[in-house]
C-alpha cells in the first residue's frame, strides 16, 4: 500500500498543476493548489515511513 501511494502521488502533484494552469475553469487555481499541497504532504510524509517488516 505504501509503495503504491508513494507512485500515486507524483501523478497527483502533476495533475494539481495541469488544473492551476488551464484556463477554462475559474474555480481551478483554488482545487489545484490544494491538490498539490495535499499531494506534496502526502508525498513527503509516505517516503519518509518505512515498510513493515524492515528495521
Known sequence: MLEYLNRAFPWLISAGIVVI???????????????????TLGYIV?????PAGEP
Open 21 to 39: 494552469l488551464q484556463p477554462w475553469w475559474a474555480h481551478g487555481l483554488r482545487v489545484g493548489f490544494f491538490l498539490t499541497l495535499a499531494a
Open 46 to 50: 509516505t517516503s519518509h515511513l518505512q
